[in-house]
RNA sequence: GGACCGGUAGCUCAGCUGGAUAGAGCAGCUGCCUUCUAAGCAGCAGGCCAUUGGUUCGAAUCCAAUCCGGUUCACCA
């Protein structure tokens, strides 16, 4: 149990003998003791002067004093200033902490408790390489199943491939138009860029045959539409020769949009391309065959990727395998009652009663929407596994997609429903805006992390430290570095938040980074090395009421919070509060490791003061090591023995 | 328009289940490498915590309203 924890129950059991009162654990608020004050936990006595009758400053004392006499070997003193506890922790509390933990690599880890989890995450399209937005999902939903593993549960990772529709028809089509037969092996192009490059060329034919169509709806020249198609266009047009919609840019800009969209789907490419659509589900021998031929340049490329990324999977799901599920859903809710039938057949949800909208589930042909195969893979999923609780990784431009998910499921009385959890996270975006494939303003993942590599590289020969490397152990650091450097600059951050990325500025490696972090790994390595200890075994030689000096104490009281920082990262979601941590322990080390009196070092390690104090300083240094190792270990990023 | 998310130092972000004088990093300015790795350390400077009102012993944190920014509300996925 934690020291929080700890505090947590005496305190209970202190207030029910002096004031005859029941609080629960959470009633009572500990907070890390401001550093102007004595003390490591500080108890807010506030609220307890309503059952105690006392002031402040009386019930913060006669609390102390109880929890003084009553749990000696937990806490040695205290002191109240205004309605604050500020206690003391034994020292022997924390060297014990130290002896036991210092050399346990799952120190802080939770016992498995029996849950299972899935966490969904990449899901990427098979059109077009990985970008920088990727990234940041891949890396969240890696450290998330981390972190869940850490605090005890059984993990599933799973990856949803969306590897049909009609954008890798666009993807496919190009290539058949003008590759030539180009293929990654006969002109050395990683698959999913060759895939992406043709889909880049299909827009951009699109646009070129769209654009006299545009032209000629924005002269009233209707020819290209007919029927329905051309009233809405014609009343478009007109919504646009209005005076008041000119001046209204917002207003302009989105019927403008309409047309362009209206337009773009009667272009030849595009109609060649929904055809394509057609006989790729009809199961077309030629359309398949192509389709898994690309398919599967792309997948060797993500390959690539993922390994480089150090991600991995236990389980795939492909959507050209679940896109017909969904439909038995639909039948079951429409036998209870829950769904109905429309007069074109099509069928709905109807969710006004939450606040919501009514939903189609089937058109009226018969063919499922996103949310039918989505109700389908839920179900399928749970089958598989019977999870607990099942995490999507998913942009929060979803939010509203996986609102509806859940409230269907509920209304269907599906047992998944209650595990579905949306890990809804802010887009990675640019100084201007949003990264648009269209407008070839994406920052490719690949092109990403060589950056960060070379940059690795040449902070590294810059500091001229590691000569004696071979070329190979060199490559690995950089990797090491860069896609450390990489993988923190993207999980620091609280998930939820958007975050901006400004390529004209690289990412740094100094400060609140991964590198930093790596770095004071490498330095307590380094230390450990230097003092020629290979059996850590026998420092157990100093006693356990030995006076702790402050920066010792600190570090070793930063360590014991890890095992408290886990769980509010599970709790909260959110690997940047493992990243913070980590970062605060890291400097935390620093400022013990360079403080220095008259050019001496104050906490010299290999040449302490006493064979006591080095023994105890090499427990706390492995100890920090492996928090930070483990901490890193929970973001995907290895850490370095030298750099 | 409805729903959801965000607004804290020049910039990027912590802190938000109410607690002491609001913290980091970057950028700027000072110092510190014959001593365990300077990708570091110590320090200076930088704030109407969007605004207004409320709740209370106490509000960046909770509530309400307002303002600003974003996302979303498809027979696209």
Same mark, same amino acid.
């Given at each position: 149990?934690?020291?929080?924890?700890?505090?947590?129950?005496?305190?209970?059991?202190?207030?029910?003998?002096?004031?005859?009162?029941?609080?629960?654990?959470?009633?009572?608020?500990?907070?890390?003791?401001?550093?102007?004050?004595?003390?490591?936990?500080?108890?807010?006595?506030?609220?307890?002067?309503?059952?105690?009758?006392?002031?402040?400053?009386?019930?913060?004392?006669?609390?102390?004093?109880?929890?003084?006499?009553?749990?000696?070997?937990?806490?040695?003193?205290?002191?109240?200033?205004?309605?604050?506890?500020?206690?003391?922790?034994?020292?022997?509390?924390?060297?014990?902490?130290?002896?036991?933990?210092?050399?346990?690599?799952?120190?802080?880890?939770?016992?498995?408790?029996?849950?299972?989890?899935?966490?969904?995450?990449?899901?990427?399209?098979?059109?077009?390489?990985?970008?920088?937005?990727?990234?940041?999902?891949?890396?969240?939903?890696?450290?998330?199943?981390?972190?869940?593993?850490?605090?005890?549960?059984?993990?599933?990772?799973?990856?949803?491939?969306?590897?049909?529709?009609?954008?890798?028809?666009?993807?496919?089509? /190009?290539?058949?138009?003008?590759?030539?037969?180009?293929?990654?092996?006969?002109? &050395?192009?990683?698959?999913?860029?060759?895939?992406?490059?043709?889909?880049?060329?299909?827009?951009?034919?699109?646009?070129?045959?769209?654009?006299?169509?545009?032209?000629?709806?924005?002269?009233?020249?209707?020819?290209?539409?007919?029927?329905?198609?051309?009233?809405?266009?014609?009343?478009?047009?007109?919504?646009?020769?209005?005076?008041?919609?000119?001046?209204?840019?917002?207003?302009?800009?989105?019927?403008?949009?309409?047309?362009?969209?209206?337009?773009?789907?009667?272009?030849?490419?595009?109609?060649?391309?929904?055809?394509?659509?057609?006989?790729?589900?009809?199961?077309?021998?030629?359309?398949?065959?192509?389709?898994?031929?690309?398919?599967?340049?792309?997948?060797?490329?993500?390959?690539?990727?993922?390994?480089?990324?150090?991600?991995?999977?236990?389980?795939?799901?492909?959507?050209?395998?679940?896109?017909?599920?969904?439909?038995?859903?639909?039948?079951? &809710?429409?036998?209870?009652?829950?769904?109905?039938?429309?007069?074109?057949?099509?069928?709905?949800?109807?969710?006004? /009663?939450?606040?919501?909208?009514?939903?189609?589930?089937?058109?009226?042909?018969?063919?499922?929407?996103?949310?039918?195969?989505?109700?389908?893979?839920?179900?399928?999923?749970?089958?598989?596994?019977?999870?607990?609780?099942?995490?999507?990784?998913?942009?929060?431009?979803?939010?509203?997609?996986?609102?509806?998910?859940?409230?269907?499921?509920?209304?269907?009385?599906?047992?998944?429903?209650? &595990?579905?959890?949306?890990?809804?996270?802010?887009?990675?975006?640019?100084?201007?805006?949003?990264?648009?494939?269209?407008?070839?303003?994406?920052?490719?993942?690949?092109?990403?992390?060589?950056?960060?590599?070379?940059?690795?590289?040449?902070?590294?020969?810059?500091?001229?430290?590691?000569?004696?490397?071979?070329?190979?152990?060199?490559?690995?650091?950089?990797?090491?570095?860069?896609?450390?450097?990489?993988?923190?600059?993207?999980?620091?951050?609280?998930?939820?938040?958007?975050?901006?990325?400004?390529?004209?500025?690289?990412?740094?490696?100094?400060?609140?980074?991964?590198?930093?972090?790596?770095?004071?790994?490498?330095?307590?390595?380094?230390?450990?090395?230097?003092?020629?200890?290979?059996?850590?075994?026998?420092?157990?030689?100093?006693?356990?009421?030995?006076?702790?000096?402050?920066?010792?104490?600190?570090?070793?009281?930063?360590?014991?919070?890890?095992?408290?920082?886990?769980?509010?990262?599970?709790?909260?979601?959110?690997?940047?509060?493992?990243?913070?941590? /980590?970062?605060?322990?890291?400097?935390?080390?620093?400022?013990?490791?360079?403080?220095?009196?008259?050019?001496?070092?104050?906490?010299?390690?290999?040449?302490?003061?006493?064979?006591?104090?080095?023994?105890?300083?090499?427990?706390?240094?492995?100890?920090?090591?492996?928090?930070? /190792?483990?901490?890193?270990?929970?973001?995907?990023?290895?850490?370095?023995?030298?750099?």
């Amino acid at each position: 149990m934690s020291v929080v924890q700890t505090i947590r129950s005496a305190a209970v059991t202190a207030i029910k003998s002096l004031y005859s009162q029941e609080v629960s654990l959470s009633d009572i608020a500990i907070n890390v003791t401001k550093p102007e004050f004595e003390g490591e936990y500080t108890i807010v006595v506030f609220p307890f002067t309503k059952f105690s009758r006392q002031k402040p400053e009386e019930t913060g004392n006669n609390l102390g004093n109880y929890l003084l006499t009553h749990f000696p070997e937990l806490i040695s003193g205290f002191n109240v200033v205004k309605g604050f506890l500020n206690l003391s922790i034994s020292n022997a509390y924390w060297t014990g902490f130290l002896q036991t933990q210092f050399n346990n690599p799952h120190s802080g880890r939770k016992p498995a408790n029996g849950k299972k989890v899935m966490v969904e995450y990449s899901s990427p399209n098979t059109n077009k390489p990985l970008h920088l937005g990727h990234l940041r999902n891949n890396f969240l939903g890696y450290s998330i199943a981390e972190i869940l593993k850490a605090n005890g549960y059984e993990v599933i990772k799973a990856n949803l491939v969306n590897d049909r529709g009609i954008h890798i028809c666009k993807s496919m089509l /190009a290539w058949q138009l003008f590759a030539h037969g180009d293929t990654p092996a006969s002109t &050395g192009i990683k698959g999913d860029h060759l895939v992406g490059d043709y889909y880049v060329k299909f827009e951009t034919q699109l646009k070129e045959q769209a654009e006299p169509i545009i032209a000629r709806v924005l002269e009233n020249d209707l020819r290209d539409f007919e029927g329905t198609e051309r009233e809405k266009v014609e009343k478009l047009a007109a919504l646009l020769h209005k005076p008041e919609i000119q001046q209204d840019k917002e207003k302009s800009g989105k019927i403008t949009d309409e047309i362009k969209e209206l337009a773009r789907n009667k272009t030849e490419i595009m109609q060649q391309a929904k055809i394509m659509l057609q006989q790729w589900e009809a199961g077309n021998p030629e359309v398949r065959t192509l389709w898994a031929t690309m398919n599967g340049w792309v997948y060797e490329g993500f390959e690539t990727t993922y390994k480089r990324l150090g991600i991995d999977f236990d389980k795939m799901y492909y959507e050209s395998q679940t896109y017909l599920l969904g439909k038995d859903l639909v039948e079951d &809710g429409l036998r209870k009652g829950v769904l109905f039938r429309k007069e074109d057949n099509s069928v709905w949800i109807d969710l006004t /009663a939450d606040g919501l909208d009514q939903k189609l589930l089937l058109r009226g042909d018969g063919t499922s929407v996103y949310m039918t195969q989505d109700l389908g893979t839920a179900r399928l999923k749970y089958d598989d596994y019977h999870m607990d609780q099942s995490i999507y990784v998913v942009a929060d431009e979803q939010n509203y997609h996986f609102k509806v998910l859940q409230l269907i499921l509920q209304k269907l009385e599906e047992p998944a429903a209650a &595990g579905i959890y949306h890990l809804s996270y802010g887009m990675v975006e640019l100084p201007h805006g949003r990264m648009k494939s269209r407008e070839g303003t994406v920052v490719d993942a690949d092109d990403m992390i060589d950056e960060m590599v070379n940059t690795a590289a040449q902070h590294t020969k810059e500091s001229g430290k590691l000569r004696d490397f071979s070329e190979d152990e060199l490559q690995r650091l950089y990797e090491m570095i860069g896609l450390g450097a990489m993988k923190f600059f993207l999980l620091r951050v609280d998930p939820k938040k958007k975050m901006i990325f400004n390529p004209e500025e690289s990412i740094d490696f100094h400060g609140f980074t991964g590198p930093f972090i790596q770095y004071a790994h490498a330095r307590i390595k380094s230390i450990l090395r230097e003092s020629g200890v290979t059996d850590t075994s026998h420092l157990d030689t100093y006693r356990h009421n030995d006076s702790l000096l402050p920066m010792e104490k600190a570090l070793i009281v930063l360590n014991e919070q890890f095992g408290e920082v886990l769980q509010d990262a599970e709790k909260e979601m959110s690997p940047s509060i493992i990243a913070n941590y /980590a970062f605060h322990l890291a400097q935390q080390f620093n400022s013990f490791y360079a403080e220095k009196v008259n050019g001496v070092y104050t906490y010299s390690i290999v040449n302490a003061e006493s064979e006591e104090k080095r023994n105890l300083r090499l427990q706390l240094i492995t100890l920090t090591a492996n928090t930070i /190792a483990q901490c890193m270990k929970l973001l995907g990023i290895d850490v370095p023995e030298r750099m």
